[in-house]
T-cell receptor, first 109, second 114 residues
Framework: RKEVEQDPGPFNVPEGATVAFNCTYS??????FFWYRQDCRKEPKLLMS???SGNEDGRFTAQLNRASQYISLLIRDSKLSDSATYLC??????????FGSGTQLTVLP | DVKVTQSSRYLVKRTGEKVFLECVQD?????MFWYRQDPGLGLRLIYF???????EKGDIPEGYSVSREKKERFSLILESASTNQTSMYLC?????????????FGPGTRLTVT
């Protein structure tokens, strides 16, 4: 089993739709969680951290479920500019980072 | 803004050649990383460094070596390039001592080995 798993997609959604991605992790001792965004042919950039209590940044909401060992990213009112690959990142107890393989999102006009 | 630069955006090398990929960051970050990214496999860690002259193997170090002679510079070396090393190589840096684990990435080097 991979340490961090994501549904690769692609997710094709119309503008204005709400879309959610999940990311599961295998190490129950994992400490920190993040979502990164990677545009086509560009480097990954931090989108948001994921806190135990859940957190929101505009149209984006991130949540952590420790019991089931997954994190989620919800995007409301999708924009064309949200089209990208979304990578989840998990930091383990030894502070090593593990990236998921990414979920590809395309928002259609 | 943190800036991480990589020496080349695109590189074409022949099998057996020695290849150097350079990465420089300008924010005095302690930690630097080299990843390769392949379709369906995501980012895989090759090597990382916590300090000058220190290096640690990542998940896929075979066929690679690294050098960190100065804090701002982290080099990835392919001793004898092979076609299965054709990939996108990404360098990143971070400063965890500040409690910030955000990784800042360079623009990537797309290496093709023929």
């Amino acid at each position: 089993r991979k340490e961090v798993e994501q549904d690769p997609g692609p997710f094709n959604v119309p503008e204005g739709a709400t879309v959610a991605f999940n990311c599961t992790y295998s190490n129950s001792a994992s400490q920190s969680f993040f979502w990164y965004r990677q545009d086509c042919r560009k480097e990954p950039k931090l989108l948001m951290s994921v806190y135990s209590s859940g957190n929101e940044d505009g149209r984006f909401t991130a949540q952590l479920n420790r019991a089931s060992q997954y994190i989620s990213l919800l995007i409301r009112d999708s924009k064309l500019s949200d089209s990208a690959t979304y990578l989840c990142v998990v930091i383990g107890s030894a502070r090593q980072l593990t990236f998921g393989s990414g979920t590809q999102l395309t928002v259609l006009p | 803004d943190v800036k991480v630069t990589q020496s080349s955006r695109y590189l074409v090398k022949r099998t057996g050649e020695k290849v150097f990929l350079e990465c420089v960051q300008d924010m005095d970050h302690e930690n630097m990383f080299w990843y390769r990214q392949d379709p369906g496999l995501g980012l895989r860690l090759i090597y990382f460094s916590y300090d000058v002259k220190m290096k640690e193997k990542g998940d896929i170090p075979e066929g690679y070596s690294v050098s960190r002679e100065k804090k701002e510079r982290f080099s990835l070396i392919l001793e004898s390039a092979s076609t299965n090393q054709t990939s996108m190589y990404l360098c990143a840096s971070t400063q965890p001592s500040t409690g910030n684990y955000e990784q800042y990435f360079g623009p990537g080097t797309r290496l093709t080995v023929t």
